[in-house]
Every structure is written in C-alpha cells, then in structure tokens.
C-alpha cells in the first residue's frame, strides 16, 4: 500500500517531502503534482524503478520518459545545449514545456530514445515539484499520470489513491493540477519543432499555434 502524504500546494511540509524523497531514493514510484498534471516518477539510476514506471504506464522503450529538473544549469548537464537552445530555454523556464533534446553521457542509455539517443527535460514550475527535487538532490524520471488505455491525467488525488495505491509506494497529493499536458518541442534540428500544443504559450517559443 503507497503512502499517502496530503501537503500544502504552496507551503508543503518538509517533513513529508523527506519521507517521499527517502522512498523515492529507495526504489518507490512516486505520484506527485506538477504545473501540468500529476506525474509518476522514481529515481534516475534505478533501472528497476525505470522498468516498474514504464509498466505502470503501460509504455515501452520508445515512449519518451522526462528528466524533471530544478533549473536550467542542472538540465545543460543532461542534454547537449547550443547558445541558440540556452536563449531559448531560458524565456521558458521553468515552465509547463518539455523540450527533446540530445542526451549527453549523464543520462543512463536505457532510460533515452533507443535510437536518437535523445530525452525529453523540463524544469517545473510547481513548489511541491521543486522542493522535491532540491531534497533528492538530482533530477527524478517522469511520465504524466494517464492510466493505461486512457488519453486524460488523472487530477483527482483520491482516485489517483484509488486506482494506485497498490501500483506506488508513495502519493504526494497536492490538490488539483491544471490536467493539462505540457507543450512539447523537438529541439534537435536547426529550428525548433512543435511536437505537442499543450499548456505552455507558444509565442513565448516564438511558435505559432
């Protein structure tokens, strides 16, 4: 059975937040908020937690997971970032925007696209997320909440605790998410392209809808 932590959206309780963060290091999934929807992550170099999350998500290897990260200097270690890409993630971060880029060595091979070699990154802009990731000290490995056979996140923390509490080891309920999925941009080529309307502004990228 997960454990259950209620905190507050804008004020959590560190005392929580560690008991997550201790049961995350640990090998758990955890189901937490961020500014888009909730999200199941675990640890990024555990293979095990990586191969559970995709199970519980009902992906496979080619289903392109998300490094969540506290800032912009953490998510350069993980992806190769020209000045172009750095301007550019900069105006939109942190944000409700995942951004495909290339994956340097720091990212574990099996946890990348198996044959781009590319990673999905975004830095969240949800206190509950950033305190999460400030305690673990790293980025955590991340996919939205969407049961399988389903195409909505779930945004209800009781039928999240429901339909999961024998799935996770930990719920972070924070209330109600947006329920809306990121923007998502291909990064890779000479300009960016857009993968996914989702919540973020596109005018802020320079895209257009």
Known sequence: MAQFFDVHPDNPQPRLLKQAVAIIAAGGIAAIPTDSSYALVCHLDD?????????????DDKHHLTLLCRDLSELASYAKVDNRQFRLLKTATPGPYT????????VPRRVSHPSRRTIGLRVPDHRVTHDLLDLLGQPLLGTTLIPPGESEPLNDCDEIRERYERLVQVI?????CPAEPTTVVDLCGSDPVLVRAGRGDLATLGLEG
């Open 99 to 106: 951004f495909l880029l290339e994956a340097t060595k720091e």
């Open 172 to 176: 972070v309920a924070a209330g109600p």
């Open 47 to 59: 293979k095990a937690a990586a191969d559970n999350l995709r199970r519980i998500r009902g992906v």
